[in-house]
């Protein structure tokens, strides 16, 4: 009977027994009379051992990086001393390759594709091979497992997913990073975000949330916008903004405590990001007006140059420095109605401000925006003129505080931004499959 097919990563050391198993070569060594492979099936590494006349046939001979084949042998535990994964080799005593899945060799090599001195645009045309590194696959398996994490805490919360459309009418951000395209000869957009139909979704099936991408024609080139991303968006009924902050803390730490409940996740985590820490509750709360003082009082000044002042944008770069300095995450409240989206409510006690609410991560910045909606149908209606926007595509919107409003809340999360501060990325782009942004389109 044919030994037991297995993965490659940790759990599947049944030592002593004959098994099989599948993968690309990772890293191949020669001595004098064994051969060295370290084989790939993306659950982990294992050390195999070719010796005697198998490593001195043909295929073994000409062996090249990132060849697939499948190997029979036995597991055995390492020599105490030695280094092999998870601490057991495998004694090969049959492999093969199948036809046609040999890996290029000589100059078309992977080794001579894809090597530290490659060129950084290189390596984005060749993201279908760079995404083989460890590096690479360590953040797109924990990316895997904190999208699941998500799901399983917004089930613990009673929370709903829903699927809003990708192709809208409407705008929620601002019309400058719209994605414009023809629809049947129509004018319709890539959406921005799936707020305002989350909204819609509140009065038939609670508090709902959705995971889907959105959409950004952002113009600039920085390390953490992308033209297309991972949005996790969450809509709560009935909620005051304390309770939306105490939503999104509750949130975001659960599902760190999710993800790193799986001890392969926690290992990539920290190997990733050997510092870091699980956040603490409650996050530290700042007003706008208070991150102006601190910005003013630090000498870090507005993007003409100047000193802080109120009604200011707190720009990537200041608002970097200053979460970097505080080194934890900040809720970052209360931003003036003129620098944000038409549909947050004043607050009540100081009508300067909206009850917004970012929140921001060391390394990062924002990697969370959240607000109150304004549920009267009159404020609506003086919002969307504030900004010049002209209601009658929002009908379905707007007809929402016609029938039965309520006081509500929600936010977006980058999933990008969040796995770069998890795992200490310096760009969202390496913590997505196939990053789209300025000028990115490929592969
Ligand atoms: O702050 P934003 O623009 O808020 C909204 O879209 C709200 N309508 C969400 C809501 O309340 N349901 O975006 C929310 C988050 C940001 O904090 C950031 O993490 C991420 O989405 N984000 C981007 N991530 C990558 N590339 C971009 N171009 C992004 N723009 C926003
Ligand atoms: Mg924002």
Redesign the pocket.
Known sequence: TDPAKIKLGNGSDVKGTRVRVFGRVHRERRQKEVMFITLRDGYGFMQVIFTGPLAKTYDAITLTRETSMEILGELREVPAGAHAPNSRELHADYFKIHPGCKAAGGDDAITNRVSKDTEHATLLDLRHLTLRGENSSKVLIVRDAVEHAFHVVYKDLRMRKVSPPALVQTQ??GGA?LFKFNYYNEDAYLT?????Y?ETCLPSMGDVYCIEK?F?A?KSLTR????E?S?V???LDFITFEDLLEHLELLMCRVLEETMSDPLIKQYVMELNPEFQMPERPFMRMKYTEAIDWLVEHEIPNEDGEPHKFGDDIAEAAERKMTDAINRPIFLTHFPAEIK?F?MPKDKDDPRVTESV??LMPGVG??????MRIHDYDELMEAFKRVDIDPTPYYWYTDQRKYGSSPH??????????LAWLCKQHT?RDCCLYPR?FGRCKP
């Open positions: 929620v951000e990073t921005q975000s799936s707020q305002l989350l959105s950004r952002e953490r916008h992308l033209a991303y949005h968006e969450g809509e989206a549909y970012d929140c924002e990697i969370v925006g959240g607000s809340g929600g936010y977006g999360l980058g999933l990008e931004r969040f969202v942004y």
